[in-house]
Each structure stands twice: as structure tokens, then as C-alpha cells.
């Protein structure tokens, strides 16, 4: 380019091209004073657009055409007209949507990265604020934080960081970021110099609303009902109404979005349509003076309501990772429906609440969403009336309360002959439709396994199964075959798991649902690791893992790890054992999945004494009974002991080690599983083979021949890589003993019950324990 112009447009309300060509000619230096032409020659006297174009059409110029959005038409036109008489000009003209000529590039101002935010906002808050640093390095924790918030919600935006960074010498970048939620307020002084327009936020915004039609004003002020944007179907829902059809809302959309007001991005499900923070806020305000916000509050709640019914079946089946991902596109806009329409169940119309929250629960179940779905389930029930119509979320509040810990929740006054699992049983009679009575159920029956209450569990879910199986339902009998497996391996019913496991798992891959087949892995992988076969277990769990990672399910991914590394375990590789329990461990902890915690806790726990670091094996142990008794299991407390015991043993200390033991046979007794009473009987072997001496190691004999019978009758002896303790005392009483002695104990001890065994070494004062 030979010359560089440019020519602002900002100090014009409106105008035709004609208008706009004297601001060109001013700043090109040409002279608006070209005489008329003499009468009778039947000479024209030409336009200024015209002139210009012929001083222009044989230079090479660029024209930087600044802020053009409330001339556009204008300015089009007389781009049009120079850009066709001068094939060396260049125009670039700026303004909130494109002139929409023929060869024009659109370049998109994006806000600033996170990044580029942070150093503007720190430089203009440094030049407005003595003392204030210019490198975030210079400041504490705490303000880097603020100043990261202010950033965020400003959006990027250069010009409201500059007047946010004006207020920083007054109020501080902590105090500052506390009150953006009233940012018009707070964002009210800039450069004295800078156009009216862009002195205060709201002039800026101003600016850009005062140049839309009364249907894009609508249409931008609806749009703010939504969180987190919205879908075009969600925007046609919620913005169609007086004043706008729904066939108008795409093209007004449309608009908004080449206006610049309207941000439009690629999402999971496609595009999505959002605002920025301070443009949402400004169109609230708006919304409310109009006094739309009831009407649009409520065309937004009954669409959401509706695409969570649409979804929820759909959530069990082929479908389930299309949908999955569609409701999390949506989970803020959800959130918002929810809240509305709890507001209105608090206001005596619970209906709007009930069904929204019942459809959710689904959603929230295989998304993890423990918490949320408790919080949520909580506020709705309090809101409602006491209704047998409402049974059903009555029933699912309870179960997700059990999933996240509350234990007290199952409901009615206690009666002899009454537990848990009937109450709530005769609670679901109130539910109408058997399939949803015994979906409620079977979700209750889920959360009273999780709270460690196997019995109640196993009841109702065999209760659920039966409702299931009655009405034909393949996805509630695979469920109820699932969770059925589960708790045969909490009993110890090897062939019970490996049966219903295996249906389960069929019949959710015959459906299409992951999610459900996922629930099938753990017991599946844990029969396999039982009976020696680590391919299978290991192929189990990467399958597991993949699943996992396709549906987004951080906690599963969590779990399938942990899984991996326990087998690393049974394999030596002590390093990659570490390695996965530890990421496992940091997912968990991410997520807030207390019992992934507990499981990659232990894992760790495992490995460290396993491969000889006695120290950190315990410190990991006394970690997990102190920090997670609220949500320990009785399963998970016996391994801790028996874990605990093991380490005392190999320190040499037989009374500690005894104690912990005779612990853990406590909480087997309660379990009644073949395979932990076999693990208390082998840890009171080590405690007792310590001593040295011919009783005790007779003791021990006996005790292990009685732990390999309760194997051996569960159907499922000890396999060769989850030999090493037992081989260790093995050892140390057959050294005692000599081979016969050791021998014929150890049968003994085979034929005998294991209280007989324990009776035993007890009478011959081989198991003197400290209570511990």
C-alpha cells in the first residue's frame, strides 16, 4: 500500500453514503467545494462518492473504516461503490457485523486469552494504582486469584478490563472481583478523553443495544434466561413469543451473532449459542423492565423439563452416550429449570419439580452426580407435599441419600421383623407403575449396599427382580441381576456371581447400555482374579476402563485403574502397581469418590507392604481408618485389620499382630464369607508361628489347614500369586515342626470349622493378644 487512511465513523448517529463519503474526504484531504457546472452545458456535477472514487482509482490505499455498525448500510454502499472504481483501494472496516459484500473476509476480534487478559488488567491497574504490580509474580495467592476472576467474568473484553483496572487503587482486585455481580454499578468511570460510549460498561452496551430492531431486542434479553448458552432448538422454545414467532428466532439469532452480541461455538451436540457475562447481566436487566421474565422463566423450565423426560428412557439403552453428553451440554440450563421449579413447589405448585427431579435422577446416577442429585432430590421433597402421588421421589431422594453416606434415611420406625428393606418396600406400593416402583427400588436397594447393609440390600433387590421380571423389563432385571452378582461375592457365592454376573452383562450389551455393562466389570474381574485367571480379569478391566472413558465416567475410570493395579500387584511390578493407584487416587480425589479413595488407598497400602516398606504400608493404613470411617464398609474395615496385622506380624510384634487378627475375625464373623474367615485364620497363624515354639507353631498349622478348608469349600483355594503370606508362615512353622508334625496339623486343621481352629490355638495360649 502506498498511503494508510483511517476515517472513524463513531461521531455519526446515522447517515447516508453521501454523508459518510465527507468523513473519507476529510481524512483523504479532499476538497468538498468542486463548482457546479455552467448553465445550458448539460454537464452533471458529480457526487462526492464519485469524486472520491476517481481520486481514489489509481492509488494504491488502504481505508481502515472504524466502528461501522450504526452506519452499515451506508457504509456498505459506499464501500461498494470506491472498492468497484479503484482496483488498488483495500478497505478494512470495523463494526459489530460485516458489510456483506461480494470478496469481503470476516476476521473475528475474539477476547483476549486468558493470558493476554491477565497482563492488560495487570499493566492499566499498574499505571492507575501506585504500587500495584505489573507481573502477577509480585502478588499473593489470593489476589492472582481475584484477578483471575475479574478476567473471566469480564470476558476477555479489553475495555472492560481497563475500567475494572481504574477501580483497583479504591476497592482492591479481592473486593473488586466480589462485586462484579453488580458490575454496571461498579464499572461507571474510565478515561476522561474516551468517547461517551466507552466511559462506563454500560455505554458500552448501550452503544450496541440502541442499533438493534425491537425483534433482535427481544431475542437477546430471552436468550439471557439460559446458562451456559443454549441450543438453537432450546432459543426457538424459550424466545418465541409475543412479538417473535418461532420461524423468526433462527434468523434474529443469526443476526445477533454477526452483530457480535451473540457468541455461537461448536459443542458436543453442535453449535451453541451463548453470551457473554457482562451482555447476559445487561439483558436481564432488560428482560425484567420488559416484564417478560415470568413468560420466559417459564417457557425455559417447561422446555427443559421436557428434554429431561424425552431423555430419560433413552438413558438405558443404545442411545445412552448421545444423551449423556446432550444433558451435560445442558447441566447448567438444567440447574436453572430446577431451581425454578422448586421456587414454584415452595410457592404451592410442586408438580413442575417433581417430574423435572424424577427424570434427572437417572442422569445424575450415571453421571456420578451423587451430590447434586441428594442436594437437588432434598429441596424438592421439602417443597412438596407429603403425597402418596409423590412416592416415587420420595424413594429416590432415600436412595441417593444411602449412595452418598446418610445411613439414617431408610425410613419409618423401626418394628421387630421390619428392617430397611420393608419399610421401603411398602413404601414403593404407593408408586402406580411397577416398572418405575421397582426402578425406585432397585435403586434403594443399591444405596443400602453401598451404606454396607447387605441383607436389606439383597432383599429388596430380590423384591425389585421380581417386579422386573413380571413386567418383562430386560434393562431392570439386568440391573437387578448386577447388583445380585455383587452381593454374591460379598457372600462368597462364587457360582452365584459367575451366573448372575454373566447374564447381566449379556443382557445391557444386547441393550446397547455401557453404563450398565460397566456395573457388571467389578464382580466379573474379581471372580476371575479369584480363581487365578489374570488375562481374563486384566482383559475385563481394560475393557472396563475403555467404557469408562467413552461414557466420561471419571469414577469408573477411577475404579478400573485401582483394578489394574491390584493386578500389577499379584504380578510384582510394584512400580506400575504404584503408578496406576496413584493416578487412580488423583481421579478420585478430583471427583469427590470417597470409595475410590479408599480403594486406590488401599492399593497403595498393599503394594507398600508387599514390597518390603513396612512404614509406609501402615502410615497408608491408619490414613484410611482415620479419614474414612463415616464410609467404610465392614468388608473394607476386615482387610484394613487384617492388613494392619500382617505388618505388626512381620515386624515381629505377635501381640499387635494377634490383636488386629482376632479384629478382623470379628468383622468376618459379620460377613460370613468363607474367603475373609480364611484371611483372619492365615493372619492368626503368622501371630501365632512367632513365637517359635512347638505350640505355637502347631497352633499355626492348624489355623492355616482350617483357612485353606474354608477356601477350598467356597471354591476358591488361595492361587499361587496370593501365596506369599501364607507360604512365609507356611515356613516358619514347618521349620518348627518338621514336615510331619506341620503336615499332620495341617490336616487337622482342614477338617475342622474354623471356630474349632481358633478354639484350639486359643486353649494352647498361642494367640495371647493386647488390646489394641
Not at 201 to 208: F, K, Q
Amino acid at each position: 500500500m502506498d498511503d494508510v487512511r483511517l476515517v472513524e465513523f463513531s461521531g455519526l448517529r446515522a447517515g447516508a453514503a453521501a454523508d459518510l463519503a465527507q468523513v473519507v474526504a476529510a481524512a483523504l484531504g479532499v476538497r468538498d467545494d468542486t463548482p457546479a457546472p455552467l448553465p445550458g452545458t448539460g454537464a452533471a456535477t458529480p457526487s462526492l462518492p464519485h469524486r472520491l472514487a476517481a481520486v481514489l482509482r489509481d492509488r494504491r490505499t488502504l481505508l481502515v473504516l472504524d466502528n461501522c455498525e450504526h452506519v452499515v448500510d451506508a457504509a456498505a454502499e459506499l464501500a461498494g461503490l470506491l472498492l468497484g472504481a479503484a482496483p488498488g483501494l483495500r478497505i478494512l472496516a470495523t463494526g459489530q457485523e460485516p458489510l456483506g459484500l461480494p470478496g469481503e473476509a470476516v476476521f473475528l476480534v475474539e477476547p483476549l486469552s486468558p493470558e493476554d487478559a491477565v497482563r492488560l488488567f495487570m499493566e492499566r491497574a499498574a499505571a492507575a494504582a501506585p504500587g500495584f504490580p505489573r507481573d502477577p509474580g509480585g502478588q499473593d495467592e489470593p489476589d492472582r486469584r481475584a484477578v483471575a476472576e475479574i478476567c473471566r467474568r469480564l470476558d476477555g473484553i479489553p475495555l472492560a478490563l481497563e475500567l475494572a483496572a481504574t477501580r483497583v487503587r479504591a476497592l482492591g482486585v479481592r473486593e473488586l472481583a466480589a462485586r462484579l455481580h453488580d458490575r454496571f454499578r461498579v464499572l461507571t468511570s474510565g478515561r476522561r478523553g474516551a468517547p461517551a460510549r466507552q466511559q462506563t460498561l454500560r455505554a458500552m452496551i448501550d452503544w450496541s443495544w440502541e442499533l438493534l430492531s425491537a425483534p433482535e431486542r427481544i431475542v437477546l434479553r430471552r436468550l439471557a434466561a439460559h446458562r451456559d448458552g443454549c441450543d438453537l432448538e432450546a432459543a426457538e422454545a424459550v424466545c418465541a413469543g409475543d412479538g417473535v414467532s418461532r420461524e423468526e428466532v433462527p434468523d434474529l439469532v443469526t443476526r445477533l451473532v454477526d452483530r457480535s452480541l451473540v457468541v455461537v461455538a461448536d459443542g458436543p451436540t453442535g453449535p451453541r449459542y451463548r453470551l457473554l457475562e457482562s451482555v447476559a447481566a445487561y439483558a436481564v436487566e432488560r428482560l425484567r423492565e420488559m416484564e417478560d421474565l415470568a413468560a420466559v422463566r417459564d417457557r425455559h423450565l417447561r422446555h427443559y423439563r421436557e428434554l429431561a423426560e424425552r431423555a430419560e428412557p433413552l438413558l438405558r439403552g443404545d442411545g445412552q452416550r448421545a444423551w449423556l453428553t446432550r444433558l451435560d451440554a445442558e447441566a447448567g440450563n438444567l440447574r436453572a429449570a430446577l431451581d425454578e421449579a422448586v421456587r414454584r413447589a415452595e410457592a404451592g405448585e410442586p408438580g413442575d419439580a417433581v417430574r423435572l427431579a424424577t427424570a434427572l435422577a437417572w442422569w445424575w446416577l450415571l453421571r456420578g452426580r451423587l451430590t447434586e442429585a441428594r442436594r437437588s432430590l432434598a429441596a424438592v421433597t421439602a417443597a412438596s407435599p407429603d403425597d402418596p402421588a409423590y412416592a416415587e421421589l420420595g424413594l429416590l431422594h432415600t436412595a441417593f441419600a444411602l449412595l452418598t453416606g446418610d445411613h439414617r434415611v431408610a425410613g419409618g420406625t423401626p418394628r421387630a421383623g421390619c428392617g430397611p428393606g420393608d419399610r421401603l418396600a411398602a413404601a414403593g406400593e404407593a408408586v402406580p407403575d411397577p416398572v418405575r416402583r421397582a426402578r425406585a427400588l432397585w435403586l434403594c436397594a443399591y444405596g443400602l449396599f453401598s451404606a454396607g447393609d447387605a441383607d436389606d440390600a439383597e432383599k429388596l433387590n430380590d423384591h425389585s427382580l421380581a417386579l422386573f421380571t413380571d413386567a418383562r423389563d430386560d434393562w431392570g432385571t439386568a440391573a437387578a441381576l448386577g447388583l445380585r452378582a455383587t452381593l454374591a461375592l460379598v457372600r462368597g457365592d462364587l457360582a452365584g456371581l459367575g451366573r448372575d454376573g454373566g447374564r447381566s452383562a449379556r443382557i445391557f450389551r444386547e441393550l446397547g447400555d455401557r453404563w450398565g455393562e460397566l456395573q457388571t466389570v467389578s464382580p466379573l474381574a474379581a471372580l476371575a482374579e479369584i480363581k487365578g485367571a489374570y488375562a481374563d480379569a486384566e482383559r475385563r478391566q481394560h475393557e472396563g476402563l475403555r467404557m469408562a472413558r467413552e461414557l466420561g465416567l471419571e469414577a469408573e475410570v477411577s475404579a478400573r485403574l485401582s483394578g489394574l493395579g491390584r493386578l500389577a500387584l499379584l504380578a510384582g511390578d510394584w512400580d506400575r502397581a504404584r503408578e496406576l493407584h496413584e493416578r487412580a487416587r488423583r481421579i478420585a480425589v478430583e471427583q469427590g469418590y470417597k470409595y475410590g479413595e479408599i480403594h486406590s488407598g488401599m492399593g497403595l497400602a498393599l503394594g507398600a507392604r508387599r514390597s518390603g516398606d513396612l512404614d509406609a504400608a501402615e502410615a497408608q493404613l491408619l490414613r484410611l481408618r482415620d479419614a474414612y470411617a463415616d464410609v467404610s464398609s465392614d468388608a473394607g474395615d476386615h482387610l484394613l485389620r487384617a492388613e494392619l496385622g500382617f505388618v505388626a506380624e512381620l515386624r515381629g510384634d505377635a501381640e499387635a499382630a494377634a490383636a488386629y487378627h482376632e479384629e478382623s475375625l470379628e468383622i468376618a464373623r459379620t460377613l460370613a464369607e468363607p474367603r475373609a474367615l480364611a484371611l483372619s485364620l492365615e493372619g492368626l497363624a503368622g501371630a501365632a508361628a512367632l513365637a517359635g515354639t512347638t505350640a505355637g507353631a502347631s497352633a499355626a498349622a492348624v489355623l492355616l489347614g482350617a483357612a485353606a478348608g474354608a477356601r477350598a469349600g467356597a471354591g476358591a483355594p488361595l492361587p499361587r500369586a496370593e501365596r506369599g503370606d501364607v507360604d512365609r508362615i507356611t515356613g516358619a512353622a514347618r521349620e518348627v515342626l518338621g514336615e510331619t508334625a506341620f503336615s499332620e496339623g495341617y490336616a487337622r486343621g482342614g477338617a475342622m470349622a474354623p471356630e474349632e481352629a481358633v478354639q484350639e490355638a486359643r486353649t494352647v495360649g498361642a494367640l495371647g493378644v493386647r488390646a489394641h
